[in-house]
């Protein structure tokens, strides 16, 4: 483990970088056995593939390629029913993660031996008990490095971190814990945490798993890479939905204050006024409700008052009438052929569905949204983040600098700017509350609206996987994180030069829109995966993964199969 106390940060900062990847390597070297002598002389560069999915089946052992390849609720169920040994699936996904770390440069650390220690003590336990210990028994799940595990490091991206311990678990791992989980890997994320890229001075880039050319997103990139080579099946991060969509999994943003986030660690931890929040990304949509129903379970609110005491609460939509809205821009950026083909296709197998009502959803003014919660995220106007940079003398990465330094809306807020910023949220989650309001058909003779929307249906982002740096229009994820309501992420498709080339009819909306446009190339981004997410009002999240399940069964989605 890296040193237990924080150093003074003397010597240059190459020489850390150097260190934490001399204990990242050192980690990976435990996982016994190797992997083929062919395979580890492959150095991250020019010899690996463009896409690296399908390199895991020709590295690994079958029996191990088929026990990664299974989804968590399948794993489960061979667990507890002995099947499959937690020992077994435990080293099965340590070696599938090292196979991922090559290619994708997605982890800071695997656990070989608490892994399989922990492993072996939930066999030894449903043999002397003939029960589970928990809903989550002997099920490998991976972690963004920025949620604390006890005496491991904690350095959140940056240089200077590198060193700092946690000490204790972070209260959403201990539920995770006592649920019967093996943590196993740990996973990278961007310098600042504040990028749709994981790129960071001491790691350096994580990369897609479908195009090492382009993003695997932020800032749980890391995450996303491991799931997405199946490295991982289920994985506890922030950030959550971009890294979901580039690499083709699924990703669930709660609404603030369901999911404990207690034990994390980044620059203005604690900051309310754009409250984060942890989540789950899984190979599965029944991996993300399984993580979401054990947490809500544990009743954590008992623990961190800060969270709302809501228990689960699974809704049945089999036979009730939906209404779903269609985002199909945001009146910024319009979205990628891709995307909006993606659109189309889902679009037009829901309107099939009989008790499925589809109607255009009408963006209010999101341009505005993002002025709204991009002075609100650094209301130090990124001092904090500045100063932790600066006292290793690492360099800024791109982005960082884009967020912060190129970004006007940035600023040290006085209390009174501050108090500003907090009212013109609150102003505008009002408006928009009442535009949804809006979309109702009528009211009942009780004055209850009816027939208002369910969910809305809209792109991730402005594109698939974009190329490296280039990840600058946030909009169509921090428009709900501002108004704080609930999103799941889901694979539909993927890219077809063919069928996916630019129009030439396109005619900008702004200048952002136009800059946007130029970044798509049918031919760079051909294979890589599209995505869609599905959007509820405040503390609907179990609705929200209703509604996807449902749909998700009635059309068939994905509509191809993803390694």
């Not at 195009?211 to 799931?227: C, D, F, K, V």
């Not at 919660?373 to 290793?392: H, K, N, Q, V």
């Amino acid at each position: 483990m890296p040193p237990k106390k924080k150093l003074k940060l003397l010597r240059p900062w190459q020489d850390v970088a150097k260190e934490a990847q001399d204990y990242r390597d050192a980690s990976i070297s435990r996982v016994a056995p190797g992997l083929p002598e062919a395979f580890e002389r492959i150095q991250f560069s020019e010899e690996l593939p463009s896409n690296s999915t399908e390199v895991p089946g020709k590295a690994l052992h079958p029996r191990d390629f088929k026990i990664t390849q299974y989804l968590p609720e399948e794993l489960i169920k061979l667990l507890t029913s002995r099947e499959l040994s937690a020992v077994d699936v435990t080293t099965a996904f340590l070696r599938r993660a090292r196979v991922a770390q090559k290619l994708t440069n997605c982890t800071t650390e695997l656990l070989p031996e608490r892994a399989l220690n922990r492993a072996k003590y939930l066999d030894e336990y449903l043999v002397k008990h003939k029960r589970p210990i928990g809903p989550l028994h002997g099920l490998p799940i991976s972690v963004k490095e920025m949620i604390g595990m006890k005496d491991l490091g904690l350095n959140a991206g940056y240089v200077a971190w590198w060193g700092k311990v946690a000490t204790e678990d972070a209260h959403v791992l201990q539920i995770l814990w006592n649920a019967g989980a093996v943590f196993h890997a740990r996973t990278t994320q961007p310098q600042s945490m504040m990028h749709l890229e994981t790129d960071n001075n001491l790691y350096g880039v994580t990369v897609n798993p479908y195009n090492r050319n382009t993003s695997a997103g932020g800032s749980s990139g890391g995450e996303g890479a491991l799931i997405g080579m199946r490295g991982s099946c289920l994985g506890v991060g922030s950030s959550i939905r971009s890294p979901a969509a580039n690499c083709g999994i699924y990703g669930f943003k709660p609404t603030a204050f369901r999911v404990p986030t207690d034990g994390w660690c980044s620059t203005m931890a604690g900051a309310d006024p754009i409250p984060g929040v942890v989540g789950p990304l899984s190979t599965s949509l029944e991996g993300i409700k399984l993580f979401i129903k054990t947490i809500i379970a544990s009743k954590p609110w008992l623990e961190e008052p800060a969270l709302a005491p809501l228990p689960w609460n699974w809704p049945s939509y089999n036979t009730s009438k939906l209404k779903i809205a269609v985002m199909w821009h945001d009146k910024v950026v319009t979205p990628h052929p891709p995307v909006t083909r993606a659109l189309q296709q889902v679009v037009s197998r829901l309107k099939t569905i009989p008790n499925i009502e589809i109607v255009d959803w009408k963006p209010y003014l999101h341009d505005e949204a993002w002025a709204i919660i991009s002075s609100l995220y650094f209301a130090d106007g990124g001092a904090e983040t500045a100063a932790t940079i600066a006292e290793s003398g690492e360099p800024w990465r791109p982005l960082t600098e884009w967020i912060i330094k190129e970004n006007p809306c940035v600023k040290k807020l006085t209390p009174q700017k501050l108090y500003y910023w907090q009212e013109e949220r609150e102003a505008y989650r009002k408006e928009y509350a009442k535009v949804w309001n809006e979309t109702a058909t009528g009211r009942n003779e009780a004055g209850e609206l009816e027939g208002m929307v369910d969910v809305i249906l809209c792109p991730v982002g402005p594109g698939v996987a974009p190329a490296h740096n280039t990840a600058k229009y946030w909009g169509y994820t921090s428009q709900w994180n501002l108004l704080d309501y609930p999103a799941v992420v889901f694979p539909v498709s993927s890219v077809d030069r063919s069928k996916d080339a630019q129009t030439g009819d396109f005619s900008p909306l702004t200048d952002v829109d136009e800059e946007n446009w130029k970044l798509y190339e049918p031919d760079a981004f051909h294979g890589l995966p599209i995505s869609l997410q599905l959007i509820g009002r405040r503390f609907e999240d179990e609705k929200v993964l209703a509604i996807l399940e449902y749909i998700k069964e009635k059309v068939d989605l994905p509509f191809i199969d993803f390694p």
